[in-house]
Every structure is written in C-alpha cells, then in structure tokens.
C-alpha cells in the first residue's frame, strides 16, 4: 500500500503562485497530479512519467511545473501565473506502470492522495 501526502495547497490571487508537495512512502512509476473543480469532473494537469518527458495538460502549459526529488519519493508541481478557473482540490497520483499517452486516464492510477485545496482569486 503506497500512501501519498499533499501538502501546499492555499488561497492565492490571480498572477500568483503556488507549490504543490505530494510525500510517497515509496518509490513508484509514474506519478501525476490531477485537479477538480467544483461541479466538474476530476482532470490530469501533469504527470511525471518514470519514463520520458513530463506531460502537461494544455490548459498549464507555460505555467505549470512538475518535478520529483532525487530520491523520487517526493512529487512537486510548481504553479505560476495562476488564474482563477485554476480553483479546485489537486491531488496526487500513482500508477505501478508506465501509462505514457494514457496518462490523463484516472482509473489507470492505483493510489490516490486526500487532495489539498487550491483557491485563486481574482
């Protein structure tokens, strides 16, 4: 059982920024973030894969970043230039496998953090 931590999260005004942790008490493959908005459904908004390149959703594009520590036990996602339609609960994900194209897929991630609350104002 892989337990993962958010932390970070909080209320910022539009054109700030934010940093996002996500603490796994062990290594896996391919780890991500994903966001819900209220009255919407929950999206990818950026993996980082343990193969290749990071992926993001095209709506973060430019202003979203993802990275892991050395030990790739812990997940970051960088947020600048935030906007308010940014609003939502983020969490952190796992998979066990490499899900390359099909990362934006939640049903393919085994582990899922309690989320952490993410307010942009305008």
């Known amino acids: 059982q892989v337990q993962l931590v958010e932390s970070g999260g909080g209320s910022v005004q539009a054109g700030g920024s934010l940093r996002l942790s996500c603490a796994a008490s062990e290594y896996t493959r391919d780890m991500a973030w994903f966001r819900q908005a209220p009255g919407k459904e929950r999206e990818g908004v950026a993996v980082?894969?343990?193969?290749?390149?990071?992926r993001y959703a095209d709506s973060v594009k430019g202003r979203f970043t993802i990275s892991q520590s050395n030990t790739k036990n812990t997940l970051y996602l960088q947020m600048n230039s935030l906007k308010p339609e940014d609003t939502g609960v983020y969490y952190c994900?796992?998979?066990?496998?490499?899900?390359?194209?099909?990362?934006?897929?939640?049903?393919?991630?085994?582990?899922w953090g309690q989320g952490t609350q993410v307010t942009v104002s305008s």
């Open positions: 980082r894969p343990s193969i290749g390149a990071a």
């Open positions: 994900a796992t998979s066990l496998a490499f899900l390359g194209v099909m990362w934006q897929n939640q049903d393919l991630y085994k582990y």
